[in-house]
């Protein structure tokens, strides 16, 4: 259970940060019309995700391998389209067939809907190896050939 620790905290940090997304966004930004604020409001976003990451390093502190896959997972959930599909999830709508506000994530693939999914799926496919690689792999260990 303990070498699922990085798992576990990615999703629970991922998951709050999209509901914070989502009420904060959605429910003021959006409901108020203070569209004009989006820069301040991404910068916002962007501190809390700092705030969730030293957070869950400072918790796995000492562990190296959970502390790297816990930031490279939250960083890859978050950039990579996985917190817009649950954006879309959590708050019981269906993703739009055109996100253009995506255009510019250099982790996204496209702006449809079904490049926002393909570019999750790969991500996730990412992550699945990079996880194998520190915590199943087996690496052995080259021996320099003896001199006697």
């Not at 409001?41 to 501190?47: A, I, K, L, N, R």
């Not at 391998?65 to 019981?92: H, N, P, Q, R, T």
Request: hydrophobic share 50%.
């Amino acid at each position: 259970m303990q070498k699922y620790r990085p798992i576990f905290a990615t999703i629970v940090a991922i998951l709050f940060y999209t509901g914070t997304d989502i009420l904060i966004w959605q429910r003021i930004f959006e409901a108020n019309q203070m569209i004009q604020h989006a820069n301040t409001y991404h910068t916002g976003w962007f501190v809390s995700l700092v705030g969730y990451a030293t957070i869950g390093v400072i918790l796995m502190w000492g562990e190296w391998k959970d502390c790297l896959y816990y930031l490279v997972s939250l960083l890859v959930c978050a950039f990579s389209g996985l917190e817009d599909v649950l954006y879309y999830l959590m708050d019981g709508k269906s993703i739009p067939a055109s996100l253009p506000w995506l255009g510019g994530n250099p982790m996204i693939y496209g702006t449809s809907r079904l490049d926002l999914i393909i570019s999750v799926v790969f991500w996730l496919a990412i992550l699945a190896i990079v996880y194998f690689l520190l915590y199943e792999w087996k690496w052995k260990k080259r021996r320099s050939p003896s001199l006697a």
